[in-house]
């Protein structure tokens, strides 16, 4: 069964009887799929050092940089809800996540000229974790 959630964005859901009511019941969002449909990744990795958010796709607009293994709880006003591409340094990805301090659903990125319809300008933290 596949329902949509109050962005317009695809759920899927699976039936549930919870105290003898039938419930829909969140499985997982097809964003956690994104990487997998219309985004654009690699392994490339080409940000000198850390990792870089850009507010629009094949890395242009605003950026806002972060250093290796630092997170933003919230990206600001400027950036909320509006990355839409992320360069990486060698041994680096990005988490995302659509809420402030690590809220709501998340998704592991390698460097990406466009992180898919589902995931774009919808971030509001996200960290830069390098080994």
């Not at 009511?21 to 449909?37: C, E, G, I, M, R």
């Amino acid at each position: 069964m596949t329902l949509v959630d109050s962005k317009g964005k695809r759920a899927k859901y699976m039936a549930v009887v919870f105290m003898g009511v039938l419930t829909p019941a969140l499985l997982f969002t097809s964003a956690a799929n994104a990487q997998k449909t219309n985004a654009i990744c690699s392994n490339a990795a080409t940000a000198p050092s850390g990792c870089i958010a850009y507010e629009h796709q094949d890395f242009g607009g605003k950026s806002q940089a972060l250093g290796p293994n630092r997170i933003f709880n919230y990206v600001g006003d400027a950036m909320n809800d509006k990355i839409s591409s992320f360069r990486v340094a060698p041994g680096c990805h990005v988490i995302v996540w659509e809420h402030r301090n690590k809220g709501g659903a998340s998704e592991r990125f390698d460097e990406c000229q466009y992180i898919g319809d589902e995931w774009n300008d919808d971030i509001s933290s996200w960290s830069c974790v390098c080994r």
